[in-house]
Structures are given as structure tokens and as C-alpha cells.
């Protein structure tokens, strides 16, 4: 079956970093664009980044374009994100998913932003 797990997360200071994983296994890793989403405390489930299947485009949220980075590496059949600059808002619940039969979704890593 489709499984996301999330990892990397953690207490990060603002203006700090952090790079998050996302491992998959249970579908055709390759073959699917894969998405970062973020829920922060008391606002609905956003868009963060959208990989591409080879990598080669990968889209940010306007509020972060230019502070993180979405990639992929095919081989590991893991997504990553990048966050530099970290500030409050950026603190949220942040979540991988594929869309496939049906959309899956990883259980979350969670990112406090807090000095």
C-alpha cells in the first residue's frame, strides 16, 4: 500500500534551517508528481512545493519563493524541502502527498518556528 513518511522536522530558530524528507514506497514513484503541503495552527492545509516526476520543474508557494527548495531523488524514491530563512509563520504541520488512485497523505513532521 501507499505510504508516505515524513521526517526532518523539529524546533528551528527564526532565520534558521531545516530539510525535510519524505520517503515513499507502495506505488510508482517515478511516474507521480509529488507535493509539500504545510498546515500552521488554526488555518486550513495550504500548498507549499510540487516536484515534478523528474525533478526538473519544481513549483513554491509565492510565501516562500526564494527560501525553499523542493527536489527529488528517484533512486531513494524520496522528496525533500529545503527551508532557509525560517520565520514565524512558517510554523506548521508539514505534510508530503501523491495523488494516485486517490490522494495519500504522510501523518506529518512538525516544524515550530521559535526562538
Known amino acids: 500500500q501507499v505510504q508516505l513518511v515524513e521526517s526532518g522536522g523539529g524546533l528551528a530558530q527564526p532565520g534558521g534551517s531545516l530539510r525535510l524528507s519524505c520517503a515513499a514506497s507502495?506505488?510508482?514513484?517515478?511516474?507521480?508528481?509529488m507535493y509539500w503541503y504545510r498546515q500552521a495552527p488554526g488555518k486550513e492545509r495550504e500548498l507549499v512545493a510540487m516536484v515534478l516526476t523528474q525533478g526538473g520543474f519544481t513549483h513554491v508557494a509565492d510565501s516562500v519563493k526564494g527560501r525553499f527548495t523542493a527536489s527529488r531523488d528517484n533512486a531513494k524514491n524520496t522528496v525533500y524541502l529545503e527551508m532557509r530563512s525560517l520565520n514565524y509563520e512558517n510554523t506548521a504541520v508539514y505534510y508530503c502527498?501523491?495523488?494516485?488512485?486517490?490522494?495519500?497523505w504522510g501523518k506529518g513532521t512538525q516544524v515550530p518556528v521559535s526562538s
Open positions: 507502495g506505488f510508482d514513484f517515478s511516474s507521480n508528481t
Open positions: 502527498n501523491v495523488n494516485t488512485e486517490r490522494p495519500y
